[in-house]
C-alpha cells in the first residue's frame, strides 16, 4: 500500500514562507491499496488537494475514516471535490459522540449549514455514507481491514490500523498517552500506574511491529509540562511508543502551528542526535506530500 | 382550589436533600485548576453516581471493547475530560423528579430548565463573572421552576384547575397561580430552596426570577441573568407574549433586535451544552 501525508499541521492550517517545507495543511492522510482502493484519514485541510487527485479518475470510490471531530480533522471536508460529483461513492467512517450525542451525519451537516458554507450536506451530489464505529471491530475496505482503537484526547479519538497484504499502517489521530493523576506518595498512585501500564500494554499489542505508524507529537519534551491534558503527545511519548510495540518506521506529525521550517529542521537535529532512540526503529518528522510504500 | 399551605410547608421540609456530590462536583470543575483526582474521590464517594458514570461508559453509546470496573480506569481509558463531563451531567440531573405529574410535561420542564441553566451561566460569563461563580447561574436556571414541579407533582387536582384557569383566561401563569392556588411557583420555590440551605443570592434568583422590578435585579446579578435567561428561552417559543423590561434590556446591552439575532448562536450553544448534559437522564 501506499501511504501519502497531505496534512501534517495541528490545530490550524499555517501557510506562509516558513512552512514551505514541512507543509501548512492540517491532518489528512490518504492510503491506496495495490487494488486501488482509497481510503482516507481525517478531513483536515490537506485533503482538498487529495481530492484533486483522486478525481483524476472518476467516479471516485472512497473510504474516509475520521479519527474525531475537533476543527482540524475535519475543516477542509467542504472543499473535498468528489462530494460534488454525480457518481462518487463515499463511505464516512468515525465515531458517534456520547456526550453530545451526535452523529456524524448531524456533526458534519452542521458545518456545512447555510451560514457557514453555499452548499448544503442534502445537497451533495455524492452518494455518501456514514458509519459508526466500534472499538476494535474491523472494517473491510477492499483488500485492506481497518480496526479502530479509542486513544486518549478531550474528546474520543480512534487510531486506525490498517492491514493488507500482510503489511500494517497505523495512525493515531490526535492522542496524549494518559498519565498518572496522583501523586507519587497518594496511595492510589501504584493502582493508577497498573491500569496504565496496562491501557498502554493494549495498545503495544494492537500495533506490535508495525510497519509504518505516523503519530502525534505536537510538543516538545519542554514544552509538554505545561501542556499536559491538551491531549496531544510529544517526541518523548512516540519514541516510548515506538520502544513499547517495537515500530519499525514512526512518523511524527500534527506539528505545533508556531514551529517554522528552521525551527522544525532544528528539532530534528537535536532528536537525530538522541542516544536514547530505539535502535529498530527508524524515526522522521512528517512532511505534508511525502509518500510511503509499504 | 387554594394549596393546603400547612401540607405544603410539611411536604417541602420531607424532600431530600440537594445531593452533596452534585455540590462539590459543581464547586470542583467550575474552577480552572480542576484535580483529576480531586474529581475521581469525589465520585468514589457517591456510589451511586459512581454506578451512573460506570453504567454510562460501559453503554453502547461508548462502544468499548473492555468492560470499565472503575473510575481511575475510566479515566484511563476514555479520558479525564469525558469523565468530568459525564459526572456533572450525572450529578445534577438526579435533583429533580422526573416522574409525569398532572397536566405537567415534567421532561419540557426539565429541558426548559436546563437551557436556562445553560443560557444564564453564559451570559454571566459574558458579563464578565469570573468563572469560580458561573456555576450557581447554571444551578439557578436548573432549579428555578422547582415550585412548579412541587405543584404538579404533590398538588395536581389544584394544578389542574390553574392550568384550565390560564386557558380559559388572560392571566399569565404567575397571576393564575396567585389567584388559584394562593401562592406563586416562586414563593414555593423559595420555601425550597431555604430547605436545602441554597447559598441566600440562589434563593433570592427563584423567589424573584419573574421579578420585573428593577430595585430587586440591578444588584442581584444571578437574579437578572436567570430572569433574562428565561424570558429569552421563551422569547423563542411565543415571541408575541413576551416584552423584555427595560432593566433587563439594558443589562443586556442591546436592543430587543439584536439580542433575538443573537439568539440563535446562543441557541446553539444551549443546545449542544443540553444534549450534553441530558445524556445523563
Ligand atoms: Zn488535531
Ligand atoms: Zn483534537
Known amino acids: ?294 | 382550589m387554594p394549596i393546603d399551605q400547612s401540607k405544603l410547608t410539611r411536604l417541602v421540609e420531607t424532600l431530600p436533600a440537594f445531593p452533596e456530590s452534585a455540590q462539590k462536583i459543581i464547586a470542583l470543575t467550575s474552577r480552572v485548576d480542576c484535580s483529576p483526582k480531586q474529581l475521581v474521590k469525589i465520585i468514589e464517594h457517591d456510589p451511586v453516581l459512581t454506578m451512573k458514570v460506570l453504567k454510562l461508559v460501559n453503554s453502547a453509546y461508548f462502544g468499548l471493547s473492555r468492560e470499565v470496573k472503575s473510575v481511575n480506569h475510566a479515566v484511563v481509558y476514555v479520558g479525564i475530560n469525558t469523565i468530568k463531563n459525564l459526572a456533572i451531567s450525572v450529578a445534577t440531573t438526579g435533583t429533580l423528579p422526573k416522574q409525569n405529574a398532572a397536566g405537567l410535561d415534567t421532561r419540557a420542564l426539565w429541558y426548559h430548565s436546563l437551557k436556562v441553566g445553560v443560557l444564564a451561566k453564559i451570559l454571566a460569563e459574558e458579563h464578565g463573572t469570573p468563572s469560580t461563580q458561573t456555576v450557581n447561574y447554571f444551578v439557578g436556571g436548573l432549579l428555578h421552576d422547582i415550585g412548579r414541579l412541587l405543584v404538579a407533582h404533590f398538588f395536581p387536582d389544584e394544578y389542574k384547575s390553574m392550568l384550565s384557569h390560564i386557558n380559559a383566561s388572560q392571566d399569565s401563569i404567575l397571576e393564575s397561580e396567585a389567584l388559584v392556588l394562593g401562592i406563586t411557583h416562586a414563593e414555593i420555590g423559595a420555601m425550597v430552596s431555604e430547605h436545602w440551605q441554597l447559598p441566600a443570592e440562589l434563593q433570592h434568583c427563584i423567589r424573584h426570577h419573574h421579578s420585573t422590578q428593577a430595585e430587586l435585579l440591578v444588584n442581584a446579578p444571578l437574579t437578572m441573568a436567570v430572569n433574562a435567561a428565561n424570558l429569552l428561552i421563551h422569547l423563542k417559543d411565543e415571541p408575541e407574549k413576551i416584552t423584555i423590561p427595560e432593566c433587563i434590556l439594558q443589562w443586556l446591552g442591546a436592543p430587543v433586535e439584536d439580542v433575538l439575532a443573537r439568539l440563535t448562536t446562543l441557541e446553539n450553544e444551549v443546545d449542544k451544552a443540553v444534549s450534553f448534559i441530558e445524556i445523563a437522564g
Not at chain 1, 492522510?29 to 483522486?54: A, C, H, N, S, W
Not at chain 1, 452542521?110 to 458554507?117: A, I, L, S, V
Not at chain 1, 501523586?183 to 501500564?197: I, M, R
Not at chain 1, 529542521?265 to 511525502?290: H, V
Request: with cysteine; aromatic share 12%; charged share 20%.
Open chain 1, 1 to 294: 500500500m501506499k501511504i501519502t501525508l497531505y496534512g501534517v499541521r495541528g490545530s490550524i492550517p499555517v501557510p506562509g514562507k516558513d512552512t514551505v517545507k514541512y507543509g501548512g495543511n492540517t491532518t489528512c492522510i490518504g492510503l491506496e491499496t495495490p487494488e486501488g482502493d482509497q481510503i482516507i484519514f481525517d478531513g483536515g485541510t490537506g485533503i482538498r488537494v487529495l481530492g484533486m487527485t483522486l478525481i483524476k479518475q472518476l467516479p471516485v470510490k472512497c473510504a474516509l475514516f475520521i479519527t474525531h471531530t475537533h476543527w482540524d480533522h475535519i475543516q477542509g471536508l467542504p472543499f473535498f471535490t468528489p462530494f460534488f460529483i454525480p457518481g462518487s461513492e463515499v463511505n464516512i467512517y468515525g465515531s458517534f459522540d456520547p456526550i453530545y450525542r451526535k452523529d456524524l451525519k448531524t456533526i458534519l451537516s452542521n458545518q456545512m449549514e447555510y451560514c457557514y458554507f453555499p452548499v448544503r450536506e442534502c445537497e451533495l451530489n455524492a452518494q455518501i455514507q456514514y458509519n459508526h464505529v466500534i472499538e476494535r471491530q474491523p472494517i473491510t475496505v477492499g483488500s485492506a481491514t481497518i480496526t479502530p482503537i479509542l486513544l486518549n484526547h478531550p474528546v474520543l479519538n480512534y487510531g486506525y490500523k490498517v492491514e493488507c497484504h500482510k503489511k500494517t499502517f497505523f495512525f493515531t489521530g490526535d492522542y496524549e498517552p494518559p498519565y498518572n493523576i496522583y501523586d507519587p506518595d497518594d496511595h492510589e498512585f501504584s493502582e493508577y500506574e497498573t491500569l496504565l501500564q496496562q491501557q498502554r500494554g493494549q495498545l503495544a499489542d494492537f500495533i506490535k511491529h508495525c510497519d509504518l505508524v505516523v503519530a502525534d507529537s505536537q510538543y516538545s519534551s519542554e514544552e509538554y509540562p505545561s501542556k499536559k491534558g491538551w491531549g496531544h503527545g510529544s517526541y518523548d511519548t512516540c519514541i516510548q511508543l515506538a520502544k513499547e510495540a517495537q515500530i519499525k518506521h514512526m512518523v511524527m506529525t500534527h506539528h505545533d502551528p508556531l514551529r517554522t521550517d528552521a525551527q522544525l529542521e532544528q528539532i530534528w537535529q537535536g532528536f537525530s542526535s538522541r542516544t536514547d532512540l530505539p535502535q529498530n526503529t527508524k524515526f522522521e518528522l512528517a512532511i505534508e506530500g511525502k509518500s510511503f510504500v509499504l
